[in-house]
């Protein structure tokens, strides 16, 4: 079975502050894919990053950063020097390929205020 | 570059009413995919279709029918709605491709900006 947790509900920072979102898988597929998503106030789902399960190079843009470790089913997002505009629920999800489709689920999101 | 269309971005319906929600995927994409989220929820796969056909599906309640047209737009019909079919429902649609390695295939879904059906 497929699982994705985020253990943080709600996190608040400080601007300027760096914050980390923690996100823990479950999957018995060797192929698979990992995302970030960010859904604003105004509800929709932002792409940030997407993650394949051979590839576990980190990845930085700009103030965000994506650590991704296998041997800890882990694929943390860091944002640097936060600001108010991230404020946000950031969603982790898993995807593997189906039969006509793929399967993605989500975690329960993290709930990020970050106040001036 | 084209987005993932979705109609209407708001829906007020009384309760026992009925509403349909539709989708017009990516040009080129050819499944869809239907979400719900609930208040203060993540997002809950209700049904997809690849090629016109069903391909897989989750909690979708029975009241829930979908469909997905030659023209690959879907659309999700809730009959007899209830207050608790309030919600943001989102469409994705993602092109099927070969596998990690093919330029089709990206694990991704393309998400619609969501319809928010309110039920009184």
């Known amino acids: 079975a497929q699982k994705v947790t985020q253990a943080q509900t709600e996190i608040s920072v400080v601007e300027k502050e760096d914050v980390t979102l923690d996100c823990v898988y479950e999957?018995?597929?060797?192929?698979?894919?990992l995302f970030w998503y960010k859904q604003p106030p105004s509800g929709e789902l932002v792409f940030l990053i997407r993650?394949?399960?051979?590839?576990?190079q980190n990845e930085i843009s700009g103030r965000y950063s994506w650590n991704f470790q296998k041997s800890t089913s882990s694929f943390n997002f860091t944002i640097t020097a936060s600001q108010v505009v991230d404020s946000a629920v950031y969603f982790c999800?898993?995807?593997?390929?189906?039969?006509?489709?793929?399967?993605?689920?989500f975690g329960a999101g993290t709930r990020l205020f970050v106040k001036a | 570059a084209a987005g993932v269309i979705q109609s209407p971005r708001h829906l007020i319906k009384e309760k026992r009413e009925t509403a349909t929600l539709k989708c017009y995927p990516i040009?080129?994409?050819?499944?869809v995919y239907w979400y719900q989220q609930g208040p203060g929820q993540d997002p809950q796969f209700l049904i997809s279709?690849?090629?016109?056909?069903?391909?897989d599906k989750g909690s979708i309640p029975d009241r829930f029918s979908a469909q997905q047209f030659s023209d690959y737009h879907s659309e999700l019909n809730m009959s007899s709605l209830e207050l608790g079919d309030s919600a943001l429902y989102f469409c994705?649609?993602?092109?099927?491709?070969?596998?990690?390695?093919?330029?089709?295939?990206?694990?991704?879904?393309?998400f619609g900006e969501g319809s928010r059906l309110t039920v009184l």
């Open positions: 994705a649609s993602s092109p099927m491709g070969q596998g990690i390695d093919e330029s089709g295939s990206t694990g991704e879904l393309f």
């Open positions: 279709f690849y090629e016109k056909m069903q391909s």
């Open positions: 999800a898993l995807s593997s390929e189906t039969t006509g489709g793929f399967k993605t689920i």
């Open positions: 999957t018995r597929d060797t192929t698979y894919y």
């Open positions: 040009p080129r994409h050819d499944t």
């Open positions: 993650r394949n399960s051979f590839d576990e």
